[in-house]
């Protein structure tokens, strides 16, 4: 084990993955000799060469149609995108072809396509470049969508995606790069897609959280307890597949669950999710599910307004007393 | 405001007489003093001031006959004016048991104070109960009846905690309500129960009913949308939690003084038109149902029905409610709204002409405009004595009736 | 070739047939009249090249050497389907023929190419990938995007891929000048440092001189290049395109002069390279495959209701302690 950052176990992944397996390539923009704009990609040029590490023109649809090309030959491309916002321009080649090819083809092909990236809330980065996408690709059957929290689960999931045959939508938290964390360091330790954890246990309510927001559940659940109330803390980890079992394991001991994300609440994961505990465990239920969310509101620039329209610790500790009726 | 009261001497008895007024309207009298006599079948004996103030609203003259329970007169301010005056209800007494002196005669009827209602009961009893998933799961375990428990969540919810630590006495019988698993169910046995009194009454009252009454029956369906919204808006401003039949049964009491007949009585000689409006709420109660009467109900507000409703019904329940209380109805309403249903016909309340059966308001789909759009839609069918109601009188009572639920304002002013 | 061009011909004619007779379902897009494009290019095809297309896509799988059976049972719905009744007409796939599929949504499939183009170098391949589509696919994003990665891709060598502009006119039933803003449309590729060239795409022999002129560069050099047929449908844009608004009836009896089975037939008679009662023989014969392989899809089940939740994602998507497939090549194409 070493304790590296996010960023750096995201890189070890890449590396690691691309010194086993001569298929594996790198594809985006600016990441070989500008090193990438988080310099995820540092040095991986000079290791494998502009072959293995392609810098692309600023065109995310032909970034990720021909790594479809490429994938279905065999290969084993990641794209990195910038950040998830400039995805929506591939959103054809995501959703229409990635995620569709092997169903219409009758199973004809595999799909090893990792597409990658940083999402979510970043410092004044204003409307284009603090969106969060996990529901909105969790809607597409054909995909896998992981959310990793922590640096062993960034790089173990990673590895997981350029090993796997299906099209990965792996979204980074551009404010986890930094934080450092115990990863293995055996390049074959990798964790598998679906399979959520209890990383607090606690008996008094269930918060159901994943990537940045994660922390903050973590957070919260520390200074509910010094007011006597014992939150379980599930993390998802990948939001498609979603097991959801953990969580209904443990709303059956809680009977109470506050679900936590960073996006705006219509659609979202967070509601997927309270209504699939209301359809499985309903008679376990002592109280409405809560959900924490972002405000329904395009992202603003003015730093006070951006922190309001973010979830806070405070958020989740509110709900989880709404929850508890103890508000 | 002190009232004094019929009082209840024993099991059996249902009404006693006014023998003499020791005071007259108007003069002060003292806690303790003799204020008038009373007669039973079995004792006379002087009711006695419970506190002091001018005597008021003298409501039955000496040698009228006053169910129990009925008002007597008010002790207190001098111009406040009773409006509570019984109907004269044709009820034959029969002999009371052994007499018991009359321990309280003032107060014990004072249901109007809003916050000793509240606090006794803090949620509807009358309208759909709120209780999470998980307290209904365990109440079904238990075999409580969630129906007598009083809910500590929001909005009167009742929640696990509530249930878990609900009295024994809340209990009903497990068998009948342990939906856990079959194999849980324990084995039952045949039992053979003496009819109650009230039961027999029950089953003679409504076999009378269905017997000789030649029913008919009207259903509407009403759009309640406002009505929901007015209810939450009144609970928000008000802190009553009223429930929607209180609203229903405001809705129904302003109706039935637009159709007198209606509101009215079939006799083998003549069809008497009620001159005031008494509506009675039917409750279901462990031993059976009830109806106590909100008298004078086209009077009263809906906060007023509301807190009265309450009162009584837990009254019933506790199988303390006094006969004026349950007698005298000139209509009745039967909601079964918290049991889910949808829509059913109830039997006349003799010697009613007409009972409304109130369903429960629920979200439909409904075609406005060429658009489908959901709103909360509630099912009521009025069933009729057709020796007093024609169907048109009916019809056109219900179309007020409609008015008043569907455009809820009314309700208000 | 001729052989070829007939059986593409009577098969579409009874595509035709059995969706008017509500046997095939959804959208259904003919070939008829741009035979000797399709027919042409692939005659240069080897064993290895990956071959992508629009919807427009029957004649191109069949050219490769798919059952014609299977596709027809494709655009039947059932479960022994070129896609096991999951793709339809617009999604007919055949890997082991070299096919990678057929594509519905306008343009998106020339970024598949591109990079299936740059893989085959990758893997340090001579095989190259084929991409057909349509004067209407050129005024959409993705295409500028593939094509400036080609390319750029084609100056190191990285992008063998040969595109293919089936120029029949139309897109849809907005004429090429009512689209495009410059009309010579091969010129665009100038743009994208590739090199292009027009050809009578109803003279199946010029087609098909070009195709391995052009397919000679692009596997010496894995550089793209770019071949602008012009063509003409003889059918609507799909079955339910009957109207024909757009377009005179005048217009497509004049193009039907110049239909490119006829024009072969002349030639070859006119070289005495063909009899008449050789023709004859082999429109029989592609009656007979067209009218086997609509019994063929009548008789065939349809697919088992659990295919319904199979091929969404891998089997195996979860069980990542189970992937070992190192280096593995996936050597593509089948027999043709």
């Not at chain 1, 090819?101 to 090893?112: A, E, H, K, N, T």
């Not at chain 2, 059913?344 to 979200?363: R, V």
């Not at chain 3, 798919?66 to 389907?81: H, Q, T, Y």
């Amino acid at each position: 084990m070493s304790e590296i950052t996010y960023r750096d176990a995201i890189h070890r992944a890449i590396s690691e993955e691309m010194e086993r397996d001569p298929n594996v390539l790198i594809m985006g923009e600016d990441i070989g000799v500008y090193e990438g704009t988080f310099r995820i990609t540092a040095g991986l040029l000079k290791k494998y060469g502009p072959k293995r590490v392609i810098d692309t023109p600023i065109a995310e649809a032909g970034m990720v149609g021909t790594a479809i090309g490429m994938a279905m030959l065999g290969l084993r491309p990641i794209v990195e995108m910038m950040t998830f916002n400039f995805a929506l321009v591939a959103a054809d080649q995501i959703l229409n072809h990635a995620a569709k090819i092997r169903y219409f083809s009758g199973g004809q092909v595999d799909m090893p396509l990792v597409i990658r990236g940083p999402q979510g809330a970043g410092v004044q980065l204003s409307a284009q470049h603090s969106q969060s996408f996990e529901s909105f690709y969790g809607h597409f059957p054909g995909l896998i969508v992981a959310t990793p929290a922590t640096p062993a689960d960034a790089k173990g999931m990673l590895k997981s995606a350029i090993r796997g045959k299906d099209p990965v939508i792996f979204l980074e938290n551009a404010a986890l790069y930094g934080m450092k964390g115990e990863v293995p360091d055996d390049p074959d330790a990798i964790e598998p897609f679906g399979v959520s954890r209890v990383v607090r246990e606690g008996a008094h309510v269930t918060i159901v959280s994943y990537s940045r927001m994660l922390h903050l559940s973590l957070a919260a659940a520390a200074k509910l307890a010094g007011e006597g109330i014992e939150a379980e803390v599930i993390d998802l980890r990948t939001i498609r597949p979603l097991d959801l079992d953990p969580v209904y394991q443990s709303v059956k001991k809680t009977h109470r669950a506050v679900v936590v994300q960073e996006q705006w609440k219509p659609f979202g994961a967070a509601g997927e999710i309270a209504a699939s505990i209301t359809e499985t465990v309903f008679d376990e239920l002592d109280a409405p599910v809560e959900r924490v969310t972002g405000e329904d509101v395009p992202m603003p620039y003015a730093r006070n307004l951006e922190l309001l329209a973010v979830p806070h610790e405070e958020h989740v500790i509110r709900a989880v007393k709404r929850a508890l009726y103890r508000d | 405001m002190g009232e004094i009261i019929m009082p209840k001497m024993g099991d059996a008895m249902t009404e006693g007489r006014v023998v003499r007024w020791h005071k007259k309207s108007g003069d002060k009298v003292t806690k303790g003093e003799a204020v008038l006599e009373i007669e039973t079948d079995k004792v006379n004996l002087d009711l006695e001031a419970e506190e002091d103030g001018l005597l008021d609203n003298i409501a039955f003259e000496a040698g009228a006959m006053a169910p129990v329970g009925a008002v007597l007169a008010t002790v207190g301010l001098p111009h406040v004016k009773q409006a509570d005056k019984p109907a004269a209800a044709a009820v034959t007494a029969p002999a009371a048991a052994a007499p018991v002196p009359a321990k309280k005669a003032s107060g014990e009827f004072n249901v109007h104070d809003k916050k000793t209602a509240e606090q006794e009961i803090p949620s509807a009893i009358v309208g759909r109960r709120r209780s999470s998933p998980l307290a209904r799961k365990i109440a079904a375990q238990k075999g409580v009846d969630l129906a007598l428990i009083a809910g500590s969540g929001p909005g009167g919810r009742i929640v696990a905690s509530d249930v878990e630590s609900a009295r024994a006495g809340s209990r009903v019988t497990p068998s009948s309500s342990s939906l856990t698993s079959v194999a849980a169910l324990p084995v039952l046995e045949t039992k053979v129960v003496p009819l109650s009194a009230m039961r027999r009454t029950i089953a003679k009252r409504l076999a009378e009913s269905i017997g000789p009454i030649p029913h008919f029956f009207l259903t509407v369906d009403l759009d309640v949308t406002k009505l929901v919204q007015l209810r939450e808006q009144v609970i928000e401003i008000t802190g009553v939690k009223a429930s929607l039949n209180d609203f229903v049964v405001r809705a129904s009491a302003l109706a039935l003084r637009s159709h007198p007949l209606v509101n009215a009585s079939f006799g083998e000689e003549a069809i008497t038109l009620h001159g005031e409006v008494h509506v009675g709420v039917a409750v279901a109660t462990p031993e059976g149902l009830l109806t106590p009467v909100i008298r004078n109900a086209d009077r009263k507000s809906v906060v007023e029905i509301a807190t009265e409703v309450r009162a009584l019904a837990e009254k019933a329940r506790a199988r303390k409610l006094m006969p004026d209380e349950y007698q005298g109805s000139s209509f009745t309403i039967s909601n079964l709204g918290m049991y889910g249903i949808e829509e059913f016909t109830a039997i006349i309340n003799p010697p009613n002409a007409a009972i409304l059966a109130i369903g429960a308001a629920m979200q439909k789909p409904v075609v406005e405009a060429g658009q489908v759009v959901v709103r909360d839609r509630m099912k009521v069918t009025m069933s009729c004595d057709h020796r007093v109601v024609d169907g048109a009188v009916g019809a056109d009572f219900l179309r007020t009736f409609r008015q008043y639920v569907e455009q809820p304002l009314r309700l208000m002013i | 070739m001729l052989r070829q061009m007939i059986t593409i011909r009577r098969f579409e004619e009874a595509t035709e047939r059995e969706f008017r007779r509500g046997k095939i379902g959804g959208y259904l897009h003919v070939y008829t009249g741009q035979e000797a494009v399709a027919t042409g290019i692939l005659a240069a095809y080897r064993k290895g090249d990956v071959v992508y297309a629009g919807y427009r896509d029957h004649a191109q799988t069949i050219l490769l050497g798919s059952d014609p059976n299977a596709v027809m049972a494709e655009l039947f719905g059932k479960g022994n389907g070129i896609s096991r009744g999951k793709g339809g007409s617009m999604h007919l796939f055949d890997a082991a023929h070299g096919f990678y599929g057929g594509y519905g949504i306008v343009g998106g499939h020339l970024t598949l190419a591109a990079g299936s183009a740059y893989a085959l170098r990758y893997r340090e391949s001579e095989s190259m990938a084929v991409c057909f589509f349509g004067d209407g696919a050129m005024n959409i994003g993705s295409f500028h995007e593939a094509l400036n990665m080609a390319g750029l891709w084609g100056r190191s060598g990285m992008c063998p891929a040969l595109f293919v502009i089936e120029n029949n006119g139309y897109a849809m039933g907005t004429a090429v000048d009512r689209h495009s803003a410059l009309t010579d449309l091969g010129a665009r590729f100038d743009a994208y440092a590739i090199p292009n060239e027009k050809v009578d795409g109803q003279d199946v022999f010029a087609v098909h001189a070009l195709a391995e002129r052009a397919v000679a560069t692009i596997r010496e050099t894995g550089r793209p290049f770019c071949i602008e047929a012009q063509t003409y449908r003889f059918s609507g844009h799909g079955a339910a395109d009957i109207l024909q608004p757009y377009r005179s009836k005048k217009e497509v009896e004049e193009a039907k002069q110049r239909d490119p089975i006829r024009l072969m037939i002349t030639r070859l008679t006119n070289d005495k390279l063909i009899t008449p009662d050789e023709v004859a023989a082999m429109e029989a014969e592609a009656q007979q495959i067209a009218q086997k392989a609509v019994e063929f899809a009548e008789q065939s089940p349809q697919p088992d209701p659990a295919e319904l939740f199979t091929d969404i994602v891998s089997d195996d998507w979860s069980n990542a302690d189970t992937r070992d497939d190192i280096g593995e090549t996936d050597e593509e194409g089948g027999d043709v």
